[in-house]
């Protein structure tokens, strides 16, 4: 695990949905009904959630869930206890991270990631790499492979970043990109990497399965 320089004050936002059948992974039901669509996006925050928990025995972070449906006690009864849960609100994609941005920053943090949990090639090591990354860098961006991205970090809030992008399609990460130079950020991109989020992306998940159980 890399040794951080300094101290600051970091925080891991990670974006998820309760994994109601019917609500989540929709564009998977089709091959895995509305039950086995659910279980996947619960396997997969847990997945998340153990990379960030092995971060966490190195680094010292602020690990905070935003979720959307189900309620704070749902969430702690799925996740456990050790976790700050708060709901992600109203808007689309952009608003609810502006949102979560601003809290972290006005509750006195330095670094800042978001992170969903659809892309299982997030590890503790990549995130680790983001936080030392944001000592030089105003912006770091992980792109997935979709043209969207599966990681931001930054050390302030900047709105510019979340407005006038139409989310969810394959021109979010260029996008983003295009606005950082706009603004003269200094800006630094991962690898590219898969989110699971149709039926030809699923081998990759089991990959990922495979790969954790060889550990």
């Given amino acids: 695990m890399l040794n951080l320089p300094g101290n600051p004050k970091r925080h891991l936002i990670i974006f998820t949905r309760y994994p109601e059948p019917g609500k989540t992974k929709t564009r998977l039901i089709p091959v895995l009904g509305t039950v086995g669509a659910a279980n996947l996006q619960r396997q997969m925050s847990e997945y998340t959630i153990f990379q960030v928990q092995e971060l966490q025995k190195a680094v010292d972070i602020f690990v905070e869930v935003r979720f959307t449906g189900g309620d704070s006690q749902l969430m702690e009864d799925w996740l456990g206890l050790d976790l700050v849960y708060?709901?992600?609100?109203?808007?689309?994609?952009?608003?609810?991270?502006?949102?979560s941005l601003f809290d972290a920053f006005q509750s006195g943090m330095e670094q800042v990631i978001i992170i969903g949990?659809?892309?299982?090639?997030?590890?503790?090591?990549?995130?680790?790499?983001?936080?030392?990354?944001?000592?030089?860098?105003?912006?770091?961006?992980?792109?997935?492979?979709?043209?969207?991205?599966?990681?931001?970090?930054?050390?302030?809030?900047?709105?510019?970043?979340?407005?006038?992008i139409d989310w969810g399609t394959d021109r979010v990460f260029q996008k983003t990109v295009d606005i950082a130079q706009k603004l003269n950020?200094?800006?630094?991109?991962?690898?590219?990497?898969?989110?699971?989020?149709?039926?030809?992306?699923?081998?990759?998940?089991?990959?990922?399965?495979?790969?954790?159980?060889?550990?």
């Fill in 117 to 164: 949990t659809d892309c299982p090639g997030v590890n503790a090591q990549i995130l680790a790499t983001v936080f030392e990354k944001l000592h030089a860098f105003d912006l770091v961006l992980g792109p997935a492979i979709d043209g969207g991205y599966y990681l931001i970090g930054l050390r302030q809030p900047i709105l510019e970043l979340f407005v006038n």
């Fill in 185 to 215: 950020l200094s800006y630094v991109s991962l690898s590219p990497l898969a989110d699971i989020d149709r039926p030809e992306d699923l081998p990759i998940w089991e990959q990922a399965l495979a790969s954790q159980m060889e550990k």
């Fill in 86 to 99: 708060q709901f992600q609100g109203e808007g689309d994609l952009g608003s609810r991270m502006v949102r």
